[in-house]
């Protein structure tokens, strides 16, 4: 097709009405990053938009009821196509025409009536076509898969197909898959399908021709029957007396493998197919979903040969009159043949020892899927006397066993016995010991409510199943042991590798894991693939990173977890915690190098905190600022305090001035209680109770009138804040004398009185209400830089020294009184 009609047909797409049906399309549909688009089942009633560039899409399960020409036509990359399940009626003839590249066709259970040869020109890459299942009685007036040179599997037919013609396959070269559906078949030209070949496999239904019409279903027979090509016939009701005659055509053209299908049997029929097969070198016969009506009454076929049977397998068989069916003996004369036998769910539930001792070829023997106990076992196995002594596999598994014990006393002279299947039983326990044929190499053992395991297992063993039980632990010595399946259990930890050193499969999916390391692995020296999803992973780093090499396909090597690979699919490894992670791929987890060296972080952060509230406690040390900030909230408290004194202070005042009417400004009495108050170092006590106090107080003349003293030892309140005292006594004394010395520098209490000393002068009073009195000769470089009120006060100040003579003492303390009485 030419790209201008293709645009055209492009367009006229674009322009139809139901665009809003389409649009709805492109959401109904999941397409993946591999072109896939999945549209099952979204109730479409058209061919929905979907992204140009799909290359399978599967529109099965919907409603569209017509294809039309154009809806088609933009995925010209198709290469499977699935309309199967819907309701179609009208296929448009060009709809398929742009899909050269279409491999794979489903027009399955739909509503074609009608076929059309249009479909399928052009589809030269068309391998798969499947038409079955659609009410069309033929396959049209012409060949309809003429130019179809690749097909290889093609599927036809359907309830209602009654006509087969013999240029209906022409054109079909060789065929990997042949099914036809012809229930209902009524006339057949033959030779109609005698045209591909070879032919792979070949399934036919052909229900109404083996009942009513066998010369037909005989024709049909005839032409794809090939002694290579194995041969399945399905919906057979073989009642009749003449029903079993179509099998002799297969028996005439050596047919070697036939499976019967969805078939009814009576006694009547199956001695019939026994002998229209006389003979024949039938070596594959199968049953499976089986009706038998008879008894078993099968002897009187006993003449026929069918020495070429090697394997027989049935399947689901359902016996109708099961108390009434007698055994297999009857069909003794067969059993010596096969050497492989499967009777899979056939509610069998006893093979009788004189039956099971004509299975004188058996290798492989399953009965899974039956109803043996204990008991019946060792009748089937006639009680462990080495009947079927050929046997290499017995497959018991899904049956009612209880003991291991008993299952291993059975086997144990089957000294071919490699493979034994218990599976799916009841055994719940395991005996302290137990005896095994030494050629054992496999067991399964798997969901068999298995608590513990013991030194029961026998230790030759190179396979062991011993997935979906209860175990904790695996605690046994099996040296040969290479693959060891524990998926489905509650381990806690990796079995110990000591004990199973030539392991190189290991199966621990849906346990209860934690972690794993490099090293764990490593210990398995042999260990090539290892499958440990769905555990509860605790996401360490290590583990993470770990597990991102290892799953990201590097080689041991790289991983360092010796030779092992992860095999099984590495979305189902999820951390389980931390909790922050949980549910995430433990693949896909990024951990920040804060979250894998948390503890080293946290330490560290701790330390350099520690260090910093160190460095800044040195550094308010060094800085004095805690002593700063001490003075400034007492500097503020005082403020505080002072302002609200004042206030009371003149409020008592003004109450006085109205009750006597008396105003004396001069009058400094009423303002003062003490002449002056003495701060001074609790060090200096001595000389301000040895020297001050008894000259000031005590020593009065005509001259020298009395002084009284504030001392905080004697004069403050009991009881009181100190700052409050402080200050209350400042205010009530008219001086202040600061004794300095080496230890008032040192005394908080002084520099504080300092301080507040200043409040005063800032609040309006006289600056020379302090008075600095020196008990030692001191620099302005002995005090130390913080206090610099006080190196102010000392530089801009006279002060007083104490003379140490003391000839000069009576000078400092008229110079003391002169300063307290305000002159300079
Ligand atoms: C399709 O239709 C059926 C019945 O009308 C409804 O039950 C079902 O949910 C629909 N499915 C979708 C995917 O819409
Ligand atoms: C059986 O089928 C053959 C072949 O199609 C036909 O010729 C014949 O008439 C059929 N017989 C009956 C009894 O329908
Ligand atoms: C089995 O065969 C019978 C006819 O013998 C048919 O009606 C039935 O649909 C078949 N069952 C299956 C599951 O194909
Ligand atoms: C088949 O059965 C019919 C009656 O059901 C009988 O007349 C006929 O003889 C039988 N044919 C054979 C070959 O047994
Ligand atoms: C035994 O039968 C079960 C069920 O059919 C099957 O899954 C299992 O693989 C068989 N075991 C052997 C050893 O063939
Ligand atoms: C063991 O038996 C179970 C159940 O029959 C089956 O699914 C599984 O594949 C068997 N194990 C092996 C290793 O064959």
């Given amino acids: 097709m030419s790209l201008p009609v293709l645009l055209l047909l492009l367009l006229c797409g674009g322009q139809r009405s139901d665009g809003g049906v389409r649009a709805e ?49 933009p995925y010209v990359r198709l290469t499977a196509l699935s309309l199967r399940g819907n309701r179609l009626r009208s296929v448009a003839g060009r709809a398929f025409r742009s899909l050269g590249r279409l491999e794979r066709l489903d027009l399955s259970a739909n509503q074609l009536a009608s076929l059309n040869a249009d479909w399928f020109t052009g589809l030269l890459s068309l391998t798969h076509l499947n038409l079955l299942d659609n009410p069309y009685r033929s396959l049209g007036p012409w060949p309809l898969f003429q130019g179809l040179l690749s097909l290889r599997s093609l599927q036809l037919g359907g309830p209602s197909l009654e006509k087969l013609q013999s240029h209906d396959l022409s054109g079909v070269g060789r065929l990997d898959v042949l099914e036809l559906h012809a229930n209902h078949l009524r006339s057949y030209d033959p030779g109609s399908l005698s045209g591909p070949w070879p032919l792979g496999t070949v399934t036919l239904s052909l229900w109404e021709p083996f009942l009513t019409n066998q010369t037909l279903a005989e024709a049909v027979l005839d032409d794809v029957s090939y002694p290579e090509t194995p041969l399945t016939l399905c919906d057979l009701q073989m009642y009749g007396n003449a029903s079993a005659r179509p099998f002799a055509v297969v028996a005439r053209r050596r047919v070697r493998s036939l499976m019967l299908k969805n078939t009814s049997l009576s006694d009547q029929t199956v001695v019939d197919f026994l002998e229209v097969t006389d003979g024949a070198p039938l070596n594959i016969l199968a049953f499976q979903d089986v009706i038998f009506v008879g008894e078993g009454h099968v002897e009187r076929a006993r003449k026929t040969r069918h020495d070429g049977l090697d394997t027989f397998y049935l399947r689901n068989m359902q016996i109708v009159n099961l108390y009434r069916f007698s055994s297999l003996l009857g069909l003794g004369f067969l059993l010596r043949y096969p050497r492989q036998v499967t009777v899979i769910g056939a509610q069998a539930f006893v093979l009788p020892c004189l039956t099971s001792s004509l299975f004188t070829n058996l290798q492989y023997f399953d009965l899974s899927n039956n109803l043996l106990t204990d008991l019946t076992l060792a009748e089937t196995l006639c009680h462990g006397d080495g009947t079927l002594r050929n046997l290499r596999v017995l497959n018991v598994s899904s049956n009612a066993i209880k003991s291991l014990d008993l299952a291993g006393r059975l086997v144990t002279r089957l000294d071919r016995l490699t493979h034994l299947d218990l599976s799916g039983n009841v055994l719940a326990s395991m005996p302290g010991s137990c005896s095994w044929p030494a050629s054992l190499r496999f067991l399964n053992i798997s969901s068999a409510l298995l608590r513990m395991v013991t030194p029961c297992l026998p230790s030759t063993l190179e396979v062991l199943d011993l997935s979906h039980n209860d175990l904790r632990s695996l605690d046994v010595v099996l040296p040969r042991l290479k693959q060891l399946l524990l998926s489905g259990n509650k381990l806690l930890t990796l079995p110990p590798s000591w ?44 583990f993470v990173a770990f597990m991102a090499t290892a799953l990201s396909g590097a080689t041991a090597e790289g991983t360092g977890a010796g030779g092992a690979r992860f095999t099984d699919d590495h979305d189902s490894y999820v951390c389980d915690s931390p909790l922050w992670v949980r549910g995430e791929k433990v693949g896909g987890v990024k951990f920040s190098l804060i979250d894998c060296h948390r503890l080293a972080f946290v330490a560290s952060l701790c330390g350099v905190s520690l260090l910093a509230v160190l460095l800044l406690a040195v550094l308010l040390r060094r800085l004095h600022v805690l002593w700063y900030l001490r003075m400034m909230w007492a500097w503020l408290a005082a403020n505080r305090s002072a302002k609200r004194r004042r206030r009371r202070h003149d409020r008592k005042r003004l109450l006085g001035n109205n009750d006597i009417g008396n105003d004396d400004p001069g009058n400094d009495s009423l303002r003062f209680d003490y002449d002056a108050f003495v701060s001074y170092s609790e060090q200096d006590a001595g000389w301000v109770e040895d020297f001050l106090v008894p000259e ?21 309140l009991p009881g009181k804040w100190i700052v409050d005292n402080i200050l209350i006594a400042m205010e009530n004394s008219r001086r202040t004398i600061f004794v300095l010395s080496s230890n008032f520098v040192k005394s908080d209490w002084c520099r504080y009185e300092l301080e507040f000393s200043h409040l005063r002068m800032f609040q309006g009073d006289q600056d020379e209400a302090a008075i600095l009195v020196l008990l030692e000769p001191l620099g302005e470089e002995d005090v130390p830089r913080r206090f610099c009120r006080l190196r102010k006060m000392m530089s801009s100040r006279t002060f007083l020294l104490w003379p140490q003579d003391e000839q000069c003492r009576d000078e400092f303390w008229n110079s003391l009184r002169a300063a307290l009485n305000g002159d300079d």
């Avoid at 499969?505 to 794993?516: D, E, P, Q, W, Y």
């Avoid at 000031?696 to 403050?716: G, I, M, V, Y």
């Fill in 25 to 73: 399309g492109v959401a109904a549909c999941r397409c993946d990053a591999g072109h896939v688009c999945d549209c099952t089942s979204r109730n479409l009633t058209h061919v929905p938009w979907i992204p140009l560039l799909v290359e399978a899409l599967d529109l099965s399960h919907n409603r569209i009821a017509a294809v039309t020409a154009f809806d088609l036509v």
């Fill in 499 to 542: 004990k199973t050193p030539s392991l190189e499969l290991l199966v621990v999916s849906n346990n209860a894991l934690s972690i794993f390391s490099p090293d764990d692995l490593q210990t398995f020296g042999r260990l090539r693939e290892l499958q440990a999803g769905g555990n509860n992973f605790l996401c360490s780093c290590s």
């Fill in 696 to 716: 000031l107080e005590e020593n009065s003349s005509s001259q020298n009138a009395p002084q009284s003293l504030c001392l905080h030892k004697r004069d403050f």
